[in-house]
């Protein structure tokens, strides 16, 4: 086998929240993350040149070592010696800088393919400490799922899988940086926090009102603030039929959590009509586990 084809699946917050900042500048973190079916798709194959070489149909996309998929096939490399090169072709349909770990998801996927196609014996487990010396959701990524993740939001814990919801993904054409997201957050003023605690019950009894009930991210305290567009995507959503709506990661992409496909392809519609955003996507949660 000399080249593998592997789906890269966003990811959403159901909750995300933020304990404390940290001595060293990171903050503590609580988060229920989710994968979505919108995916990149990413063909990772060998090649004789001794190269990493990007290929990319995204013109936000880099082709560098500033590339996560290309940092994650680096890494490998030097880690177990290889002799041989890769072309990574990364066909982009996760918005770029979103809040929905697109660049992690491709890093992840590099990392299953390279395994698959040089390392077969070594437990995609063992790749977990590496993945998160690349990003810290690169290792939720090489799993996917549902899981509850805590520390600086790298440590996981899987849990049993999330009711399914159809799901309206929006991103604006907006450009948030989450250093800068955080760096913002003043942690004292926070006056309403995920019940992480309901969230985890709610997922475990599949109790698809409860999950929907207890969505939250904290960090829309700074991106929404700044940004309005995203209070009034998350406004458009709910008087629209959705269950529940938030901002996913640090912004500034909104999603929408629906209990039929009908009324989230709806929505997406009236999303790209009423507030001409173009990157609206009608998709659902899912668990591949792959």
């Known amino acids: ?13 159901l909750t995300l929240n933020v304990l404390r900042r940290l001595e060293n500048g990171y903050h503590e973190l609580e988060m229920i993350m989710q994968s979505v079916g919108l995916h990149d798709t990413v063909e990772v194959e060998k090649n004789d040149s001794g190269n990493i070489r990007v290929f990319t149909d995204s013109s936000k ?17 030097e880690k177990y010696g290889l002799k041989s090169g890769v072309d990574i072709h990364i066909k982009k349909r996760i918005p770029v800088a979103a809040g929905l770990a697109g660049g992690s998801a491709d890093a992840a996927a590099v990392i299953k393919a390279m395994r698959e196609l040089f390392l077969p014996s070594v437990p995609v487990e063992k790749f977990q400490k590496f993945a998160s010396a690349i990003g810290k959701d690169v290792p939720f990524c090489l799993k996917n799922g549902t899981a509850f993740a805590f520390g600086l939001g790298d440590k996981l ?12 993904i929006a991103k604006p054409d907006i450009d948030v940086s989450t250093a800068a997201v955080y760096n913002a957050l003043k942690i004292e003023d926070i006056k309403k926090r995920p ?15 409860a999950v929907s009930d207890n969505v939250l991210n904290v960090l829309e305290t700074v991106t929404a603030l700044k940004y309005p567009v995203i209070c009034r995507l998350k406004e458009f959503m709910i008087n629209n039929s959705a269950l529940a709506s938030a901002m996913s990661g640090s912004g500034p992409s909104v999603f929408g959590l629906f209990d039929s496909e009908q009324k989230a392809q709806f929505v997406c519609e ?20 792959d």
């Open 1 to 13: 086998m000399d080249k593998i084809l592997i789906k890269a699946y966003a990811k959403i917050n």
């Open 61 to 77: 996309v880099p082709l560098g070592q500033d590339n996560t998929a290309y940092r994650a096939a680096e890494g490998i490399i």
């Open 157 to 168: 814990v899987y849990i049993k899988d999330c009711p399914l919801f159809y799901t309206v």
């Open 195 to 209: 019940d992480t605690k309901a969230m985890l019950h709610a997922i475990d009894t599949s109790d698809a009102k």
């Open 270 to 289: 009236s999303i790209k009509k009423e507030f001409g955003i173009t990157e609206v996507y009608s998709t659902q949660t899912v668990n591949p586990r």
